[in-house]
């Protein structure tokens, strides 16, 4: 776990140290690395080789004046694909997931295979829900959280809060023809009271044309931490089946 410059910028990292198959975790926004490396990793080391890395303004890794926007992330997550030097599987959680679609429609040779856990293909797929500021229930313990992590230290926390906030009302906006031309082999999960709409869920995986569906009970967007073991052994049997699945009678497979 280092820092390097990512397209001119200080990043934070964890490279995979083995040569195996690497699986790239994308985290949420206003988050970091750490929790999927925590919740998902321990779940893949018999396999895979992890990597990760906190986005600008996330994390352990600096923030710039930029806004924030989903192109900006996907092209960091690139240049960190290109610098491990092979395609890798992406596992994304809510931005991180955005951010993985992203990646697949602007450089689909990078990417072998993708698990989308509660991402949203279009801004207007979430249900209704209060901003986050600095006047919400839990934003102090947040901030302090925040604080301990970021280089910019406690009294950034507002003006990541506002941009990530101006983020999610301006994007994504992409198209059901876009989420049609991916071609990538994609898990899409979501908790059955999850953020993000079931029916915005479902029409992107009827879009995809290589896309699985997975849909937990009892869970919500924090599905991978409500339901850790039943989470990874469904991500691992999808990284590792053959392709495509053999079922008993198929219809959109056919």
């Known amino acids: ?5 990512l397209n001119g910028h200080k990043t934070w990292v964890h490279l995979p140290k083995k040569t195996n ?45 930029e806004r924030f926007s989903y192109i900006a992330m996907a092209e960091e997550t690139i240049a960190l694909i290109r610098l491990i030097g092979k395609p890798v599987h992406l596992i ?21 295979r993708m698990v989308l856990v509660g991402a949203n293909w279009n801004r ?14 839990g934003f102090p313990e947040w901030a302090s959280h925040y604080g301990t992590m970021s280089p910019d230290g406690v009294e950034h926390a507002k003006i990541v809060v506002a941009k990530a906030e101006e983020l999610f009302a301006r994007e994504p906006i992409w198209t059901l023809e876009q989420m049609a031309t991916i071609q990538t082999p994609t898990l899409i999960m979501s908790g059955d009271d999850d953020v993000v709409r079931l029916s915005h869920t479902v029409q992107l995986y009827e879009a995809m044309p290589n896309a699985q569906l997975c849909v937990l009970p009892a869970a919500t967007h924090s599905l991978v931490k ?29």
């Open 92 to 112: 994304g959680f809510s931005d991180g997931g955005n951010t993985a679609i992203a990646v697949a429609l602007k450089s689909p040779d990078l990417v072998k």
């Open 226 to 254: 409500e339901h850790p073991k039943l989470s990874m052994k469904i991500i691992n049997q999808f990284l590792k089946m053959s392709l495509p699945p053999a079922t008993l009678y198929p219809q959109r497979r056919k």
């Open 21 to 65: 198959e690497v699986v790239l975790l994308l985290h949420g926004g206003l988050s970091s690395s750490k929790s999927m490396l925590t919740n998902v990793a321990p779940g893949l080391a018999s396999r895979f080789s992890v990597a990760a890395f906190d986005r600008r303004g996330h994390g352990r890794t600096a923030d710039t004046n």
């Open 124 to 137: 207007n797929g979430l249900v209704p829900m209060s901003q986050f500021t600095p006047t919400s229930v």
């Open 1 to 5: 776990m280092s820092y390097i410059k």
